[in-house]
T-cell receptor, first 112, second 112 residues
Framework: QKEVEQNSGPLSVPEGAIASLNCTYSDRGSQSFFWYRQYSGKSPELIMFIYSNGDKEDGRFTAQLNKASQYVSLLIRDSQPSDSATYLCAVNTHNQGGKLIFGQGTELSVKP | DVKVTQSSRYLVKRTGEKVFLECVQDMDHENMFWYRQDPGLGLRLIYFSYDVKMKEKGDIPEGYSVSREKKERFSLILESASTNQTSMYLC???????????FGEGSRLTVL
């Protein structure tokens, strides 16, 4: 089992819909969780992080963490074509200076 | 504005050549990382460093070495490049244990 798993997609949603991106992880000791967005040909950029169980909202983005089930998700409300990118889930299993383990990423396509 | 700069965006090298990839950050970050990114495999950690002259192996260190002589600079070295090292290489830095990585623009290496 991979340490961090994501559906590779592509995930296609119409403009204005909610996009739901999911990630599971294997290490129960994982402490912090990150979502990065990567546009084609560009480097990843952080969009959300979450440390505690529950929801964390930032504008149109909501991160959800369930440590008992070992999954973290990212919801994008009112999806826009500019949200089309690959979304990377990353997990800090040792809480040491950002040694992150990344999933393989989910490609999201938002259709106008 | 935070910045991680990678010296070369595109490189083409021949099998057996020695390759240097340089990374400089201007954020006074303690932690620096080298990842490679390949389609379907996501980001994989090669080496990281928590301090000057310190280095630790990541998940795929074979065929690579690193150097960190100054806090702001982290170099990745391919002693004898091979075709299976053709990839996108991403340098990143972070501060403390927060885990937020700041990435450089990437260096796309092709080994012929």
């Amino acid at each position: 089992q991979k340490e961090v798993e994501q559906n590779s997609g592509p995930l296609s949603v119409p403009e204005g819909a909610i996009a739901s991106l999911n990630c599971t992880y294997s290490d129960r000791g994982s402490q912090s969780f990150f979502w990065y967005r990567q546009y084609s040909g560009k480097s990843p950029e952080l969009i959300m992080f979450i440390y505690s169980n529950g929801d964390k909202e930032d504008g149109r983005f909501t991160a959800q963490l369930n440590k008992a089930s070992q999954y973290v998700s990212l919801l994008i409300r009112d999806s826009q074509p500019s949200d089309s990118a690959t979304y990377l889930c990353a997990v800090n299993t040792h809480n040491q200076g950002g040694k992150l383990i990344f999933g393989q990423g989910t490609e999201l396509s938002v259709k106008p | 504005d935070v910045k991680v700069t990678q010296s070369s965006r595109y490189l083409v090298k021949r099998t057996g050549e020695k390759v240097f990839l340089e990374c400089v950050q201007d954020m006074d970050h303690e932690n620096m990382f080298w990842y490679r990114q390949d389609p379907g495999l996501g980001l994989r950690l090669i080496y990281f460093s928590y301090d000057v002259k310190m280095k630790e192996k990541g998940d795929i260190p074979e065929g690579y070495s690193v150097s960190r002589e100054k806090k702001e600079r982290f170099s990745l070295i391919l002693e004898s490049a091979s075709t299976n090292q053709t990839s996108m290489y991403l340098c990143a830095s972070s501060s403390g244990g927060a885990g937020e990585l700041f990435f450089g623009e990437g260096s796309r290496l092709t080994v012929l």
